[in-house]
Nanobody
């Protein structure tokens, strides 16, 4: 599976952005993949943002984005979206999407739970 993240850009505090993670390759089974969004700010470790599981599509969020960000998937388009509202400068980072068929629940928020990664898209929130 190859993942392509897109949708980043420069926005002002309070604005919204929607990131997309498009999958290609063995996409006939994309609905069987758990997908996560992570972000990495300069000088910081990569951190979990949100995830959506395969099958039932349960969603998970970091406390820092809960209520502001929303993750959703469109299996027909082999794409997962991250809708980001009420952005703050603290949301500035490179955002990565990741996928794996075998992510266990205890690793859904862990970078080690995903074997496939996209290249990242930069989100800058600044006035």
């Amino acid at each position: 599976v190859q993942l392509q993240a897109s949708g980043g850009g420069l926005v002002q505090p309070g604005d919204s952005l929607r990131l997309s993670c498009a999958a290609s390759g063995h996409t006939f089974s994309f609905s069987n993949y758990n997908v996560g969004w992570f972000r990495q700010a300069p000088g910081k470790e990569r951190e979990f943002v949100a995830a959506i599981r395969r099958s039932q599509g349960s969603t998970y969020y970091a406390d820092s984005v809960k209520g502001r960000f929303s993750i959703a998937r469109d299996n027909a388009k082999n794409t997962v979206y991250l809708q980001m509202n009420s952005l703050t400068p603290e949301d500035t980072a490179v955002y990565y999407c990741a996928a794996d068929r075998q992510t266990i629940l205890s690793s859904i928020r862990d970078v080690r739970g995903y074997g496939y990664w996209g290249q990242g898209t930069l989100v800058t929130v600044s006035s």
